[in-house]
């Protein structure tokens, strides 16, 4: 063997090394996406619990562009469509509240059809613990409405949106 032949063996662990790196690094470039993309639903999220009925609808539709978008690709399908329907929900009531009922109803719509998703690609189980009927029943308009409050609710110290307490709603 020549001075400049390298040994099989090394290169099959250099190879090896090689791999092992690109995969540690594409995880790590994976949760940098991941943390990146929840400190921007954070932020957007509490725009929109402290903002007027105008920045929470903007706050919100900034949310629902941003999981839309390629940038969401890192999430699990069901994690994405679970956001999707929450922050649709949210829409809905906002909606709502503000008296554009024809905007409320899209919202609605389109809550439903990401809860059913979220339901449909649940990866915990979700879809074995209650019956379709059952998940129906719990996304109807005004239990979507209790689930929101209470989200927000607990996530503001027991205050709720601002945009909700300025309307009385």
Same mark, same amino acid.
């Given at each position: 063997?020549?001075?400049? =032949?390298? +040994? ?6 250099? @190879? ?20 990146? %993309?929840? !400190? ?7 725009? /929109? ?8 609808? !903007?706050? &919100? !539709? !900034? *949310? &629902?562009?941003?999981?839309?978008? +390629?940038?969401?690709? #890192?999430?699990?399908?069901? @994690? ?13 009531? %906002? ?5 554009? *009922?024809? =905007?409320?109803?899209?919202?609605? #719509?389109?809550?439903? /059809? $990401?809860?059913?998703?979220? /339901? ?5 189980? $979700? ?34 949106? *601002?945009?909700?307490? @300025?309307?009385?709603?």
């Amino acid at each position: 063997m020549s001075r400049h =032949n390298i +040994p099989r063996r090394s290169l099959a662990a250099l @190879a090896a090394g090689v791999a092992v790196t690109i995969l540690l690094g594409g995880c790590a470039s994976t949760n940098s996406k991941k943390l990146e %993309l929840n !400190q921007d639903a954070e932020r957007l999220y509490r725009a /929109y619990l402290e903002g007027n009925v105008n920045e929470a609808r !903007q706050n &919100l !539709q !900034q *949310k &629902l562009d941003l999981f839309q978008s +390629p940038k969401a690709e #890192v999430l699990a399908r069901d @994690a994405r469509a679970h956001t999707l329907y929450v922050t649709y929900a949210r829409l809905y009531l %906002l909606e709502k509240r503000a008296g554009r *009922k024809d =905007n409320a109803e899209a919202a609605f #719509v389109k809550a439903r /059809y $990401w809860g059913l998703e979220s /339901y449909e690609l649940s990866e915990d189980g $979700w879809k074995t613990r209650v019956p379709l009927g059952e998940f129906m029943s719990a996304t109807g308009p005004d239990r979507i409405a209790e689930m929101i409050d209470k989200l927000d609710k607990t996530a503001s110290s027991g205050r709720g949106p *601002k945009y909700a307490q @300025a309307s009385g709603g």
